[in-house]
């Protein structure tokens, strides 16, 4: 089941999702100071390209460098991201088709919240 929804969302507008996070991460990455942003966008662009089957994790104890970098995420305004994602999942959740849509948008919304200090898991552990 989650290879048939990873195709649908691929083919329903997944892959353009994926690929901004991936130019974006890229385009991060440009300069020194940008490199650890530009990771976690590369890290979104992974969920984003097959979220189903897929978890987000925040680990427990990951650090005052990885707090220090959040506060960093949302003083510099990444957090709209979080808020498009939000919005997308409560338009797809309007319909009982676009469902697991929205627990997808959910999932990306989750981990473009605060990237640094979680980690995507397999479902099937």
């Not at 083919?11 to 890229?26: E, Q, S, W």
């Not at 987000?56 to 808020?83: H, P, Q, R, Y």
């Amino acid at each position: 089941m989650t290879l048939i929804g990873n195709i649908l969302w691929f083919v329903l507008g997944g892959f353009i999702v994926a690929l901004l996070y991936f130019l974006g991460g890229l385009l991060m990455c440009v300069t020194i100071i940008g490199i650890p942003f530009g990771v976690q966008l590369i890290k979104i662009a992974g969920l984003a390209i097959c979220p189903f089957g897929r978890d987000v994790e925040i680990m427990k104890d990951s650090g005052c460098l990885n707090t220090l970098f959040n506060i960093l995420w949302l003083a510099f305004g990444w957090w709209w991201i979080a808020l498009l994602h939000l919005a997308l999942a409560a338009i797809f959740a309007v319909t009982i088709v676009g469902l697991p849509f929205a627990r997808a948008h959910w999932r990306i919304m989750k981990l473009s919240m605060l990237p640094f200090g979680t980690i995507t898991t397999s479902k099937n552990k």
